[in-house]
């Protein structure tokens, strides 16, 4: 009888510690995934630079990248290049790359156009394999929203287009461009990326139109 009770205990405590969903994160964090199995754990001994580094290189586990995702947020390391080396993880979903990088430009706001630029760019270097494409124009819409009169989320956005199958699709490409033309301070670009995809689209009077606001953006004003 004594065996048995050890047995249910045990049992009782093996379920509570495996199938316990969520672990519990300090109040402030807001960083849950639905459907990750975190284990508690005594909190982690102060890391290095170059070993939070090294762990955001080369771990594949969730949770020793988590901890010392909250170690660099809470030693106040805000250098970009270190997270670069999170963004690039293989071992991380699209979801948990979106999770760090919102954390991360909740967390130093004065970073979040590099966060949001860099994230862009791993999605759509990825999305043939995961279907990122709705993933990289979000970003690059995110990261022109924190530095509208920057040029570069737009190009870059319609640089990462793939005619043959049309992803990101078109008409996004060509609204969010278009809502850069008002903003940046040389909209010359944008206005040729614009005649170009309108041309994509088959649209040559509106293609022709952007080429020749961009022939002549830029141009003194002439003399009245």
Same mark, same amino acid.
């Given at each position: 009888?004594?065996?048995?009770?050890?047995?249910?205990?045990?049992?009782?405590?093996?379920?509570?510690?495996?199938?316990?969903?969520?672990?519990?994160?300090?109040?402030?964090?807001?960083?849950?995934?639905?459907?990750?199995?975190?284990?508690?754990?005594?909190?982690?001994?102060?890391?290095?630079?170059?070993?939070?580094?090294?762990?955001?290189?080369?771990?594949?586990?969730?949770?020793?990248?988590?901890?010392?995702?909250?170690?660099?947020?809470?030693?106040?390391?805000?250098?970009?290049?270190?997270?670069?080396?999170?963004?690039?993880?293989?071992?991380?979903?699209?979801?948990?790359?979106?999770? $760090?990088?919102?954390?991360?430009?909740?967390?130093?706001?004065?970073?979040?156009?590099?966060?949001?630029?860099?994230?862009?760019?791993? $999605?759509?270097?990825? $999305?043939?394999?995961?279907?990122?494409?709705?993933?990289?124009?979000?970003?690059?819409?995110?990261?022109?929203?924190?530095?509208?009169?920057?040029?570069?989320?737009?190009?870059?956005?319609?640089?990462?287009?793939?005619?043959?199958?049309?992803?990101?699709?078109?008409?996004?490409?060509?609204?969010?461009?278009?809502?850069?033309?008002?903003?940046?301070?040389?909209?010359?670009?944008?206005?040729?990326?614009?005649?170009?995809?309108?041309?994509?689209?088959?649209?040559?009077?509106?293609?022709?139109?952007?080429?020749?606001?961009?022939?002549?953006?830029?141009?003194?004003?002439?003399?009245?």
């Amino acid at each position: 009888m004594k065996f048995l009770h050890l047995f249910i205990g045990f049992t009782t405590f093996y379920k509570l510690l495996w199938q316990y969903p969520y672990r519990q994160l300090r109040s402030d964090s807001h960083t849950i995934l639905p459907g990750k199995r975190y284990l508690q754990r005594w909190p982690m001994a102060k890391l290095s630079f170059d070993e939070i580094r090294s762990i955001f290189t080369s771990s594949k586990d969730f949770n020793q990248i988590f901890d010392a995702f909250e170690a660099a947020i809470n030693n106040g390391n805000d250098d970009i290049e270190l997270y670069r080396q999170l963004f690039w993880n293989k071992a991380l979903t699209p979801d948990e790359l979106c999770l $760090f990088g919102e954390k991360l430009a909740k967390e130093f706001s004065h970073i979040a156009y590099d966060v949001y630029m860099w994230l862009a760019n791993v $999605f759509e270097l990825t $999305f043939f394999l995961y279907d990122n494409y709705e993933l990289a124009l979000t970003y690059y819409r995110k990261a022109a929203g924190v530095k509208p009169n920057e040029p570069d989320p737009y190009l870059d956005a319609c640089d990462c287009y793939e005619p043959d199958l049309n992803i990101p699709p078109v008409d996004q490409l060509i609204e969010f461009c278009k809502s850069g033309t008002d903003q940046v301070q040389k909209p010359k670009a944008l206005y040729m990326r614009l005649a170009r995809l309108y041309s994509i689209v088959g649209d040559e009077e509106l293609s022709n139109y952007y080429h020749t606001k961009a022939n002549e953006s830029g141009k003194p004003p002439s003399d009245q």
